[in-house]
């Protein structure tokens, strides 16, 4: 395997888990819970929302299978079966990594038409979706840390 796409499986492998872990311990309330209600997303649906992005790109954009997405739906996933989500998880990271494991190093730079960002190389896709976890994740953190610094909110978390 090319180390460039050894590297990236690893750093890809380390931001799942970094959401899955972010999810430990927290109710479906807060796995649900908005901060600001009409401007920002749940913990729930951002991890579901990393997940369809690393499906649109990896799976389709880089592998060439067409994927069904729905990628406002994802924005509103609500929490009811954290199993079902890391069987999910367990899936995409499988198939993106048999993708990623059949890259020889000349494709890390040929191009694919990248949604809106035109033409991109396939080293620039898989980079934006690590950019792309490291992203939400940050957005998942710290809304469980305003989730967990509410009062009546601690006994809620069931770590």
Not at 48 to 76: N, P, Q, Y
Request: net charge negative; with cysteine; aromatic share 6%.
């Amino acid at each position: 395997m090319v180390p460039a796409i050894k590297t990236y499986i690893e750093i890809l492998r380390a931001r799942r888990a970094d959401v899955l872990n972010t999810l430990n311990g927290l109710s479906e309330d807060a796995l649900n819970w908005q901060p600001l209600p009409d401007d920002t997303n749940s913990i729930y649906a951002l991890a579901v929302h990393t997940l369809g992005a690393e499906r649109k790109w990896i799976h389709e954009i880089i592998g060439g299978s067409k994927i069904e997405r729905d990628r406002e739906a994802e924005f509103h996933a609500r929490a009811d079966d954290l199993q079902s989500l890391r069987t999910q998880y367990e899936t995409v990271a499988n198939t993106s990594e048999e993708i990623l494991a059949r890259l020889i190093l000349t494709e890390l730079e040929t191009t694919r038409q990248a949604m809106r960002y035109g033409e991109q190389s396939v080293r620039w896709c898989i980079l934006r979706v690590i950019e792309h976890y490291n992203e939400h994740l940050g957005q998942m953190w710290l809304t469980r840390q305003l989730w967990e610094s509410q009062p009546k909110r601690q006994t809620e978390t069931t770590e």
